[in-house]
């Protein structure tokens, strides 16, 4: 299975009002596994850069002066999309920027179904967060101390191993040979320290919540799946007591 890990480098935040893309990476997953083969152009975006823009992504107006158009590279960037999955941190970001360089182009747009959206993958699996890209490579320790400054192929490159992370893994039992290890540690990585917490986490939960809750279950009925888990996990508790 093939997938395309995209990010872009803008100069605003709202296609519609007139930003353009100013550089774009795309890094080859096969199977999960990175290739090696990437994509990355810097494009004249053929407007002023703004000052806020510039100093996210250090990108200029006297750097990207004689870079390509995005017209010049679409056939290239198409070419190298093909018709896989492509995966993006908050992809309809990414996605309305590509569609309308296409569009301006002259080019068929992304489907939004071949997009996965890293960012909604990363709020399910970790609803409390944070889920930014530095945020998720410090979870999973991943070596982001490349990045002083956003970059479309480094965040590409970073979010291709959080997205390994947050579909599953490099799975342990992948590795051959040796002792049992655990994730981290088979890796190449230290496993995070884990301590005691000092004091029981204080979950608030209001009375309405509880109310709601119980009134949940109660429409659940007496067919609820739940409860065969439960009578099961009870006679498991009585046989070994």
């Known amino acids: 299975m093939r997938e395309i890990v995209l990010d872009t480098e803008t100069t605003g935040l709202d296609p519609t009002a007139g930003d353009r893309i100013v550089e774009v990476g795309c890094v080859e997953l096969i199977n999960h596994i990175p290739t090696g083969r990437t994509f990355h152009r810097y494009v004249n975006p053929e407007r002023p850069m703004p000052p806020d823009a510039a100093r996210v992504h250090g990108l200029d107006d006297a750097f990207l002066r004689d870079k390509p158009g995005f017209a010049a590279i679409a056939d290239e960037l198409v070419a190298f999309l093909g018709d896989d999955v492509l995966v993006a941190h908050n992809a309809e970001f990414d996605l309305a920027f590509v569609n309308a360089e296409l569009a301006r182009a002259g080019r068929p747009s992304v489907s939004r179904e071949r997009m996965v959206d890293t960012l909604m993958l990363a709020r399910n699996k970790h609803p409390m967060g944070p889920n930014s890209l530095d945020a998720l490579c410090s979870r999973y320790f991943i070596d982001a101390g490349r990045r002083t400054l956003h970059g479309a192929l480094l965040d590409a490159e970073l979010l291709a191993e959080v997205y390994i992370e ?76």
């Open 166 to 241: 947050l579909i599953g893994g490099r799975q342990a039992s992948l590795i051959l040979g040796g002792e049992p290890q655990s994730q981290a540690m088979a890796i190449g990585r230290p496993a995070a320290p884990v301590a005691a917490r000092p004091t029981p986490r204080a979950f608030t939960v209001s009375a309405a919540e509880i109310d709601a809750h119980r009134a949940a279950v109660n429409r659940l009925g007496e067919g609820a799946i739940w409860l065969r888990y439960r009578a099961a996990g009870m006679a498991v508790a009585a046989t070994a007591g």
